[in-house]
């Protein structure tokens, strides 16, 4: 079974610091991609970064990077220089072929003025 | 790019009433959309998946003669709650991909409200 863990219920970072949401998963598959989305207040969900398995690099969206780390099942996001606007609920989540993406239960970070 | 779009955005309807959603994928044609519900402070839980022209898969303990899923476009896929209940109020998003390991992107959401 597929599984992705966020150990972080609830996060608080001083606006302009940097802060690091969790997230752990298990897969089978050789196969698959992981992600980072954010739900605002709004509710509406989007998608902050893409990481696919195959590739070693870090992908790196402006303020917002990851640390992939394959063999210990790890995909943390780093967000740098924090704004008010950050403050979100974040969602790890995995995709492989079998179709489904699998969502972790979510971290909701604060953005402290 | 990659805009998803969802309507109505809230309804209130009365409970026995059937409600109808639509999620439109804007400018792409999506071959498979999701259909979620999430609680208030949870995680999205996915109540089904849709191909275009094929039936609906419903993950376990999602009621198909309740939950219908309709996909009868690239761009197009509607969830109907059929006689609908308090109980069924939730928050309803639907998402659609291009293809296999694509990433999904999110309608809106419809908050729904059984009276």
């Known amino acids: 079974a597929q599984t992705v863990t966020q150990s972080q219920p609830e996060m608080s970072v001083q606006e302009a610091e940097t802060v690091t949401l969790s997230c752990t998963y298990d897969?089978?598959?050789?196969?698959?991609?992981l992600f980072w989305y954010k739900q605002p207040p709004s509710r509406q969900m989007i998608l902050v970064i893409r990481q696919e398995a195959y590739k070693q690099q870090n992908a790196t969206e402006n303020r917002f990077s990851v640390n992939f780390q394959k063999a210990a099942k790890s995909f943390s996001l780093k967000i740098s220089d924090s704004q008010l606007g950050d403050a979100a609920m974040y969602f790890c989540?995995?995709?492989?072929?079998?179709?489904?993406?699998?969502f972790g239960k979510g971290t909701r970070l604060h953005i402290l003025p | 790019g990659a805009v998803v779009s969802q309507h109505p955005s809230r309804v209130i309807c009365k409970s026995g009433t059937s409600v109808k959603i639509e999620c439109r994928s804007l400018d792409f044609q999506a071959t498979t959309m999701f259909w979620y519900r999430q609680f208030p402070k949870q995680s999205l839980m996915l109540m089904a998946t849709?191909?275009?022209?094929?039936?609906?898969?419903?993950e376990q303990g999602v009621e198909k003669d309740k939950f219908l899923i309709n996909h009868a476009s690239l761009t197009l896929s509607t969830l109907t709650v059929t006689s609908a209940h308090p109980e069924d109020s939730s928050f309803y998003i639907c998402?659609?991909?291009?293809?296999?390991?694509?990433?999904?992107?999110f309608g809106p959401g419809t908050r729904l409200l059984v009276l």
């Open positions: 998402s659609a991909r291009i293809g296999v390991l694509e990433t999904q992107y």
């Open positions: 849709s191909n275009e022209g094929s039936k609906a898969t419903y």
């Open positions: 897969t089978s598959e050789s196969d698959y991609y």
């Open positions: 989540a995995l995709t492989n072929r079998d179709d489904k993406i699998i």
